[in-house]
Nanobody, 114 residues
Framework: QVQLVESGGGLVQPGESLRLSCAATGSGFRLYVMGWYRQAPGKQRELVASITRSALTDYADSVKGRFFISRDNVVNMMYLQMNSLKPEDTAVYYC????????WGQGTQVTVSS
């Protein structure tokens, strides 16, 4: 298992930016395809961005061009740079392994509101 702790969320106004961080402990982080997910109130959790171990990235259409995922396999960290935030980006954001079952962390709340 990989233990994951998200941080960096907060309350921002539309158009502003945030950078989320994901700290991983346990074995194998660098081997996994990792993803950032989000869950808005009343909605299912969705994958918004993913990154392979060689840093190939993929994004949901709703965030493409605004969000950027990165990772540092040396220090077992993953990041999500979120720019031009919109109210519809409001959600709890989680990081996790994309294709292998792994426990979820507590997530970090992102609220975009004027």
């Amino acid at each position: 298992q990989v233990q994951l702790v998200e941080s960096g969320g907060g309350l921002v106004q539309p158009g502003e930016s945030l950078r989320l961080s994901c700290a991983a402990t346990g074995s194998g982080f660098r081997l996994y395809v990792m993803g950032w997910y989000r869950q808005a109130p009343g909605k299912q959790r969705e994958l918004v961005a993913s990154i392979t171990r060689s840093a190939l990235t993929d994004y949901a259409d709703s965030v493409k061009g605004r969000f950027f995922i990165s990772r540092d396999n040396v220090v077992n960290m993953m990041y999500l740079q979120m720019n031009s935030l919109k109210p519809e980006d409001t959600a709890v954001y989680y990081c996790n392994i994309r294709d292998v079952p792994n426990p979820w962390g507590q997530g970090t709340q992102v609220t975009v509101s004027s």
